[in-house]
């Protein structure tokens, strides 16, 4: 089974919704970060959620667009917001599961905006 | 900007042979970097990390290497499988092994094992 579980796995969204991806971890993380994938293109973090607090969104990302929830140790939520074409991407969640192994990923969103 | 780079979007070597990935980085503070392995529709895989304070970290069929001078590493997969197919990210960062670093990744490389 998979330690860190996302969903939904894909969508395709009309433009000006908004779609909440979800990320549950098998064990309890006190990080959990965000990243999106355009096509072609390196993952590239929008941001770090921690447990308790307000998330902190890398630079060109903003909480109105991308609000993130973080209620508990081992889950999180993202949501693009009034989505447009250029939303579309893979986005991913990730943590730390002290393993020592690296940070684990989610199987990650794929979204389409329409 | 891109702190890392990885300069060859696509290499194809034949099973049992050495494959050989490459990663540059720009940013000196970075202290830690790691492989990640991504098979379509999953998410990226940790595969192998090395601090700075090495030069060469091995893993079973997997050695990476560190050349802090260049600013490159390099990851080396041999004898390669063709179950090695897939795209290879290169990630960076700072502050080694903490648990609240931030991974900077390049574009990757789509290694392509032919039987």
């Known amino acids: 089974s998979a330690v860190i579980s996302q969903k939904p796995s894909r969508d395709i969204c009309q433009r000006g919704t908004s779609l909440t991806i979800q990320c549950q971890v098998d064990?309890?993380?006190?990080?959990m970060f965000w990243y999106r994938q355009q096509p072609g293109q390196s993952l590239t973090l929008i941001a770090t959620a921690n447990q308790g607090s307000e998330a902190t969104y890398e630079s060109g990302f903003v909480i109105d667009k991308f609000p993130i929830s973080r209620p508990n140790l081992t889950f999180s939520t993202l949501t693009v917001s009034n989505m447009s074409p250029e939303d579309s991407s893979i986005y991913l969640c990730s943590a730390d599961r002290g393993l020592g192994y690296g940070y684990t990923f989610g199987s990650g969103t794929r979204l389409t905006v329409v | 900007d891109q702190q890392v780079k990885q300069n060859s979007p696509s290499l194809s070597v034949q099973e049992g042979r050495i494959s050989i990935l490459n990663c540059d980085y720009t940013?000196?503070?970075?202290?830690?970097f790691l492989w990640y392995k991504k098979y379509p529709a999953e998410g990226p895989t940790f595969l192998i990390s090395?601090?700075?304070?090495?030069d060469k970290n091995e893993d079973g069929r997997f050695t990476v290497f560190l050349n802090k001078s260049a600013k490159h590493l390099s990851l080396h997969i041999v004898p390669s499988q063709p179950g090695d197919s897939a795209v290879y990210f290169c990630a960076a960062s700072v502050a080694s092994g903490g648990s609240n670093y931030k991974l900077t990744f390049g574009k990757g490389t789509l290694l392509t094992v032919n039987p």
């Open positions: 940013n000196s503070m970075f202290d830690y």
């Open positions: 090395i601090s700075s304070i090495k």
């Open positions: 064990s309890q993380v006190t990080m």
